[in-house]
């Protein structure tokens, strides 16, 4: 689990920070089109692979108890932004697939060495809900990555004694 924790950690921060990268600039930018999407689709389907495995391992797996130090609001809290951003990571590369799927000038959905087949019909209203869905919830993901990252922070800097320190858990 641990593993799948740091490794599904960069990975989506580094597709957020792709995506708002190569939306950001003008349709002008070769690189945009020549390199940006395919990677951005390629880690974005290896990220829901990883995603999924996660919830997999994590549904099969005795969890860790959560330190004695917490409050009872703050292990509800965790709990909730963790079940949150193992829905998301499967979510939001859903959201793109079928983002990419339903885009009328789509070029496919790459996959490394193959292309995933778009099982959605062409359809450019549904692309605009399906990239308004991806935008959102990618952007709700960062925000819950964020509030996990401040709380880790926080227990480990500012609460006092090791009673609430969580670090030590994902380590």
Known sequence: MRLLHWTRGPLILGLIALGWTMTSLPDSTAAK????????????????????????VRSRSAL???????????????????YAMLVLAIVVPLMGYA????????????????DLPELLPKNDRAFALFAL???????????????????????????????????????
């Not at 089109?33 to 997999?56: D, N, Q, R, T």
């Not at 860790?64 to 963790?82: D, F, K, N, T, Y």
């Open 99 to 114: 983002m990419s799927s339903s885009f009328t000038q789509s070029d496919g959905v790459p996959f490394f060495v193959t």
């Open 133 to 171: 869905a991806h935008k959102t919830l990618a952007y709700t993901l960062l925000g819950l990555v964020v509030l996990h990252v401040m709380g880790v922070l926080k227990h480990r800097f500012l609460d006092r004694g090791q009673a609430a320190d969580v670090l030590p858990r994902m380590l």
């Open 33 to 56: 089109f020549e390199w940006m999407y395919p990677v951005h689709k390629e880690f974005g389907v290896l990220a829901f692979l990883i995603g999924s495995l996660a919830l997999i």
């Open 64 to 82: 860790p108890h959560h330190p004695a130090g917490l409050a009872r609001w703050e292990v509800m809290l965790s709990s909730i932004v963790q």
